[in-house]
């Protein structure tokens, strides 16, 4: 009598689970080409599944784009709020620690640039306009209510993210002269 063979034990994937490796993989992409130059097809390869699995579980571009703009701008959220807590119970100032972990943010390219490609998709792409003004808003009233700030230091310190956006963005290091050190320090 030869042995019958146990079938192996196959775990399927979730829907959740695979709506997660996309977004982990939009982020990647997106972040290397921008979200209006990257097709859909790079997406789901890098996924691992197959672009009409990808419109399954997220039904247009938009949707994923969005989802993607999302997940980035809910990490910056996330960072904010862990560092205002940390700060208030180690009697730092909130304003500094938020200002210091964006910094570390901003050292991780992907999520560097998908903050960027969501605010030049903005210009074409109602849809992430309207996402990024609404988690701007939420932002600001994040760190007004975290570090007590009024309006002109929360000027400031927006301003300030968003130089350093750019002063990441295209690489200035102290070797590239004066106006490179003077515009990363802040």
Known sequence: MTPTATPSKRTLS????????VLEA???????????GTPTTEVAKAAGISQAYLFRLF??????????????????EETFLRSAAEAKATGQEPEEVMGEAYGELLADRTMLMT??????????????AEASRTF???????????????GERAHRFFATGMLLNVMAAVGAQDEHGEWASTL???
């Open 26 to 36: 939009g982020m990647s992409v997106f972040a290397e080409k921008g979200f209006l």
């Open 14 to 21: 979730t829907a959740e689970a695979r709506r997660e490796a």
């Open 136 to 150: 701007f808003a939420k932002l600001y009233d994040l760190v007004v209510r975290e570090a007590g700030m009024d």
């Open 184 to 186: 990363r320090v802040c």
């Open 115 to 128: 903050q960027i490609h969501q605010f030049a998709a903005a210009a074409s792409m109602p849809e992430v």
């Open 59 to 76: 039904p247009t571009k938009t949707d994923l784009v969005l989802a993607v703009v999302e997940r980035s701008n809910q990490r910056i």
